[in-house]
């Protein structure tokens, strides 16, 4: 990545603690995966889930975290932000990018799926 490059996934102020909480606890050494995320009652975006890395994945670096992202979802999603919410009936992880997947895209909230 040169320097005016920018990264591929980004982490929201707060991300990147609330990542580390759920891995600790969790005792989950894996990667990261950006993918798709079908909840089943409207259109698809995206989610996070451990994982390993895989053939043709690409593998991002973020403030000590290891986040791999398939060629099909860059492609589709492009650059990917990652923010931390904990609201009043919203609490988990929104996933935006540079290039919606959905209408509903940056709205739902998602769980790290183990």
């Not at 079908?38 to 593998?59: A, K």
């Not at 986040?67 to 919410?85: K, N, P, Q």
């Not at 009043?88 to 790290?112: D, H, N, T, Y």
Request: with cysteine; charged share 25%.
């Amino acid at each position: 990545m040169t320097p005016n490059e920018t990264p591929i996934v980004t982490l929201e102020p707060g991300a990147g603690s609330a990542i580390r909480s759920f891995i600790g606890e969790n005792n989950a050494g894996r990667p990261l995966r950006v993918d798709l995320d079908f909840s089943g009652c409207c259109d698809p975006g995206l989610g996070l889930g451990l994982d390993e890395v895989r053939e043709g994945d690409l593998v991002v670096e973020t403030e000590g975290l290891t986040f791999v992202v398939s060629s099909e979802t860059r492609e589709l999603a492009g650059r990917i932000s990652v923010a931390y919410v904990d609201e009043a009936g919203k609490k988990g992880f929104v996933l935006k990018s540079s290039r919606p997947v959905s209408e509903w895209a940056g709205f739902g909230v998602c769980q790290i799926k183990m």
